[in-house]
C-alpha cells in the first residue's frame, strides 16, 4: 500500500530530554511537510522539504529541528529548548506540481510526563 | 493577512443538508481544499477547487467558490453519523512554495 506512516502513535517525554518522530512516505513524493496541531486550533507549519537534503523553517520552528537525507524519511526532533511541546504533529506530503495536494500521516501526539 | 476563518460548530440532523463555510483573505490563492480529520487521525483530502472554477461535484459533496467574496463553502448532502468529524478548508498561493494556510476547522456533528 502506498502511504505515509507515522510513528510512534503516541510519545512521552521527560523534562529536558529530546524526541525524534518518524514520518515515511512511499508516495515518491519529493516535498514533505511538519505541522503542529493544538486542541481547537488549526494547523501550524514547523519544517518543510521540497528535496533531498534541503528544508525551511515553517512559522513555528524555534524548538525543533529535521533532517531530510532521505527522499521517503523527513524525522521531527522536538527539543528541550520546546517549552510546550504538548500537542498531536501531522506530517504530509506532496508531489511537486501544480496541485500541490498534500496527503497526511495518521499523527504522533506528544505528551509531557 | 493570512487568515483563513471558518465557524467553530455545525449541528445538523442526519439526513439534512450541512454547509460549512470558509473565508480566506488572499486573492492569489491557486487551489483550495477541504480535509476532513476523525478524532485522533490524520486528515484525510476530501475535495479540492482550482481558483477559476467556481463549483465541484463529487457525489455527496459540492464546492463553491465566490472568488468576489474570497468565500468557499462545502455542502454535504444527506448528511451521515459518519461525516461527524471536523472539517478544515485550507488554501495555496503562488507565492508560497507549495504551503497550505488552514483554518482552525468546524466540528460537525451529526444528530440521529
Known amino acids: 500500500d502506498g502511504g505515509i506512516t507515522q510513528s510512534p502513535k503516541y510519545l512521552f517525554r521527560k523534562e529536558g530530554q529530546n524526541v525524534t518522530l518518524s514520518c515515511e512516505q512511499n508516495l515518491n513524493h519529493d516535498a514533505m511537510y511538519w505541522y503542529r496541531q493544538d486542541p481547537g486550533q488549526g494547523l501550524r507549519l514547523i519544517y518543510y522539504?521540497?528535496?533531498?537534503?534541503?528544508?525551511q523553517k515553517g512559522d513555528i520552528a524555534e524548538g525543533y529541528s529535521v533532517s531530510r537525507e532521505k527522499k521517503e524519511s523527513f524525522p521531527l526532533t522536538v527539543t528541550s529548548a520546546q517549552k510546550n511541546p504538548t500537542a498531536f504533529y501531522l506530517c504530509?506530503?506532496?508531489?511537486?506540481?501544480?496541485?500541490?495536494?498534500?496527503?497526511f500521516g495518521p499523527g504522533t501526539r506528544l505528551l509531557v510526563l | 493577512g493570512e487568515d483563513v476563518e471558518q465557524s467553530l460548530f455545525l449541528s445538523v440532523r442526519e439526513g439534512d443538508s450541512s454547509v460549512i463555510n470558509c473565508t480566506y483573505t488572499d486573492s492569489s490563492s491557486t487551489y483550495l481544499y477541504w480535509y476532513k480529520q476523525e478524532p485522533g487521525a490524520g486528515l484525510q483530502l476530501l475535495t479540492y477547487?482550482?481558483?477559476?472554477?467556481d463549483m465541484k461535484q463529487d457525489q455527496r459533496l459540492t464546492v463553491l467558490l465566490n472568488k468576489k467574496d474570497k468565500h468557499l463553502s462545502l455542502r454535504i448532502a444527506d448528511t451521515q453519523t459518519g461525516d461527524s468529524a471536523i472539517y478544515f478548508c485550507a488554501e495555496s498561493r503562488m507565492d508560497s512554495s507549495y504551503k497550505l494556510i488552514f483554518g482552525s476547522g468546524t466540528r460537525l456533528l451529526v444528530r440521529p
Open positions: 504530509a506530503s506532496s508531489a511537486r506540481t501544480e496541485k500541490e495536494t498534500q496527503y
Open positions: 522539504s521540497q528535496i533531498v537534503n534541503d528544508f
Open positions: 477547487i482550482f481558483s477559476n472554477m
